[in-house]
């Protein structure tokens, strides 16, 4: 069984569209979080939610609203989409922030957003 | 604020020797620091951490990591690698302020060759 899933795997889209990524995690885990991997690599966090609720947006444009239907799913909607949005988006979940802060986070596959 | 720096953007090494890469840290408070492997077209996977306690932590595949807090470093190592170790490694560090929040190195891509 997968832990964290993500869908879809490849998204390919012109720019000024709006898409969804969706995750969902089956580890009933309690925290949430979307990561970006740029061209270089380099890995930023997004969005962390504890049991729905937001708590880190680390200067995120507005363009991009996470929305947590349930503790189990974190999906990540994005606007108006630009060329610099391309990139690797990967979902991840921990067990419990408020339990302890070093917490092992499990990572789903990424999806390849690339936008033309 | 925190930050991380992995001095080596890529380590070229043969199978079956002995390969270290290298990470440094800054913070203002004490610090939780991670290890975490990506291979090709996949997501991210804890290899070990170090919370508190003994500073040298083994993890999954054979590596190792010590903690040095008067250099603020967190080199991993494995004394003999495989082909299959080739892969993108990231060093990330978390603190109490930090809300489980990771903050990543650049990454090294390690390339094991035959």
């Known amino acids: 069984d997968t832990a964290v899933s993500q869908t879809p795997k490849y998204l390919v889209t012109q720019m000024g569209n709006d898409k969804s990524i969706k995750c969902e995690q089956n580890?009933?885990?309690?925290?949430m979080y979307w990561y970006k991997q740029d061209s270089k690599k380099f890995l930023k966090i997004m969005f962390s939610?504890?049991?729905?609720?937001?708590?880190i947006n680390e200067t995120v444009p507005n363009r991009f609203s996470p929305k947590s239907p349930d503790k189990a799913h974190l999906n990540l909607h994005i606007n108006s989409l630009e060329l610099g949005d391309s990139a690797v988006y990967f979902c991840?979940?921990?067990?419990?922030?408020?339990?302890?802060?070093?917490?092992?986070?499990?990572f789903g596959p990424g999806t390849r957003l690339t936008v033309l | 604020a925190q930050s991380v720096t992995q001095l080596d953007s890529q380590v070229p090494v043969f199978e079956e020797a002995p390969v270290e890469l290298r990470c440094n840290y800054s913070?203002?408070?004490?610090?939780?620091l991670f290890w975490y492997v990506q291979y090709p077209n996949q997501g991210l996977q804890l290899l070990l951490k170090?919370?508190?306690?003994?500073?040298l932590v083994k993890g999954i595949n054979g590596f190792e990591a010590e903690f040095n807090k008067s250099q603020t470093s967190f080199h991993l190592r494995k004394p003999s690698v495989h082909i299959s170790d080739t892969a993108e490694y990231f060093c990330?560090?978390?603190?109490?302020?930090?809300?489980?929040?990771?903050?990543f190195g650049g990454g090294t891509r390690l390339m094991v060759k035959p």
């Open positions: 939610y504890n049991n729905k609720e937001l708590i």
């Open positions: 170090y919370l508190s306690g003994s500073t």
């Open positions: 991840a979940s921990s067990p419990n922030r408020l339990a302890g802060v070093a917490d092992t986070q499990y």
């Open positions: 990330a560090v978390s603190d109490n302020n930090a809300g489980n929040m990771l903050t």
């Open positions: 913070s203002s408070v004490s610090v939780y």
């Open positions: 580890l009933g885990h309690d925290t």
